[in-house]
């Protein structure tokens, strides 16, 4: 993923407005099909076996397709059809933008090229982890799980900020937290707003946004669970044994934002594209 999402840059260049971007999104939303939706509309799997898929993704790292072959849904050959076809219909956010005459085609190769190049020096991709912090590897697994997870079962499009240590954590309005311990002891913190919070909801497990506030939370932490579960399990194979405590929601106060003086805390900024931001916080006891 770029530095920076494209529609962001041309908002900074003062190209495009932002509700132009949150139309293009929008547009981009309905024309664009998850490989699930697509398998069903090509009649290449029941409504059962898609929720049984996706329901084997929390439990094991595997793209919806990959998963599909696995349980002897689909074949490899079908996957690559329905791949193709997905990169078909595939509308870009440039072509959204066009197609909503927020700008022209012309302007748009010309924004698109510069783009491009600052992407050349932007970062690699890889999650970096300052050097001081005691098995980094295996938090890196806990970054990056958060990251598929939130892509594959809640669908949300973003872009991951710097990896920074900080000694508060930053106040906002919900928090989900889980306790690991045995190998390590530390803990996996996600902020959110509530926008934040009900999109995870309503994509997790098929829940309404406007749901009761308990069903919402219940299921923010079910989804926070998988993360933490799938995560747990890879680095189980790395011969780092942990074990959790059941995923809860709290608030972020004066008493539990600072972070511990035997401890090293890390943020992930995730931003999301419609504008709301998400935390991950991993804060680690330190080794004596």
């Known amino acids: 993923m770029a530095a920076r999402f494209f529609g962001q840059f041309l ?156 000694r508060t954590i930053p106040p906002a309005p919900l928090a989900y937290e889980v306790e690991l311990t045995d190998a390590t002891t530390a803990r996996y913190v996600l902020t959110m707003s509530d926008e934040s919070q009900k999109l995870i909801a309503a994509t997790t497990l098929k829940k309404k946004t406007n749901a009761p506030a308990e069903d919402i939370e219940t299921t923010v932490c079910k989804f926070v669970n998988i993360i933490c579960g799938n995560a747990i399990s890879q680095a189980a194979k790395q011969a780092f044994n942990m074990t959790s405590r059941p995923a809860f929601a709290c608030e972020i106060n004066d008493d539990n934002r600072t972070i511990p003086d035997d401890s090293i805390a890390l943020l992930f900024p995730i931003y999301l594209s419609d504008g709301n931001e998400l935390n991950l916080i991993l804060v680690i006891k330190e080794e004596t």
């Open 11 to 166: 908002i900074e260049k003062k190209v495009i407005s932002g509700l132009n971007l949150i139309r293009a999104i929008e547009l981009q939303e309905k024309s664009n099909h998850r490989f699930g939706d697509l398998v069903l509309e090509m009649g290449l799997m029941t409504e059962k076996q898609i929720y049984l898929t996706h329901r084997a993704q929390r439990h094991e790292d595997l793209q919806f397709g990959d998963m599909a072959v696995k349980l002897g849904f689909l074949t490899s050959a079908q996957v690559k059809h329905v791949l193709d076809n997905q990169q078909q219909r595939h509308l870009y956010i440039g072509e959204a933008l066009v197609k909503i005459g927020a700008v022209t085609p012309e302007k748009l190769e010309v924004y698109l090229a510069e783009f491009k190049q600052i992407g050349k020096t932007g970062d690699s991709g890889e999650i970096e982890i300052p050097e001081c912090v005691p098995h980094r590897e295996i938090w890196r697994i806990f970054a990056d799980m958060t990251f598929k997870m939130l892509t594959r079962i809640a669908g949300a499009t973003f872009r991951i900020g710097s990896c920074s240590p900080i």
